[in-house]
C-alpha cells in the first residue's frame, strides 16, 4: 500500500498537537523544578487526598510528551483535558465568571481554551504525522 501524503487535516491536527503539548509541557517543566507539594491544600479543601497532587506530574509532563510525540495521541489529550479542568476547579474557581480588568476577557479563557483543544484532540485523534499514524481518510 503506498503511502499518502499528509492532509491539511493531518496538518492541522500536528499544530494542534505541538502548541498544547508545548504550552503544557512548560507548567509541567515548572512543576519538576518546584515540586507539586502546594497542590495539596487546595486538593484538601475539596475533600481530596494529596496523592493527587502527583497526578500533574502524568498531565503535564507524560501527557504532553505523548503529544508531541504523536503517540496515544487522545488518551494524552484527555488528560490534559483532566489536569485543566482539575486546575479549573482547584485554582481558578472563583475566576469562572469573572471578566479581566485588564483588556477585559474571561478572567480563565486561557485554561478554558486549552482545555477545549484537549478536547478537540480526544475526539479527532492526532492525524498521520507522529509515531502512531492513523489510518488515511477514506
Known amino acids: 500500500m503506498a503511502a499518502t501524503r499528509p492532509t491539511g487535516d493531518d496538518i492541522g491536527k500536528f499544530v494542534l498537537r505541538i502548541a498544547l503539548g508545548g504550552i503544557i509541557l512548560f507548567h509541567g517543566v515548572f512543576k519538576l523544578s518546584n515540586g507539586v507539594e502546594w497542590i495539596r491544600e487546595p486538593l484538601a479543601s475539596l475533600g481530596l487526598p494529596g496523592f493527587l497532587a502527583y497526578g500533574a506530574y502524568v498531565g503535564e509532563v507524560l501527557a504532553p510528551l505523548l503529544l508531541i510525540a504523536g503517540y496515544k495521541v487522545r488518551i494524552a489529550a484527555l488528560l490534559i483535558a483532566f489536569d485543566m479542568l482539575m486546575a479549573i476547579i482547584l485554582v481558578l474557581r472563583p475566576q469562572v465568571l469573572a471578566i ?19 478536547l478537540g484532540l480526544t475526539l479527532t485523534g492526532g492525524g498521520r504525522l507522529g509515531l502512531e499514524r492513523a489510518p488515511a481518510a477514506a
Open 100 to 118: 479581566k480588568e485588564a483588556g477585559g476577557g474571561w478572567a480563565i479563557e486561557l485554561e478554558a481554551l486549552l482545555l477545549l483543544v484537549s
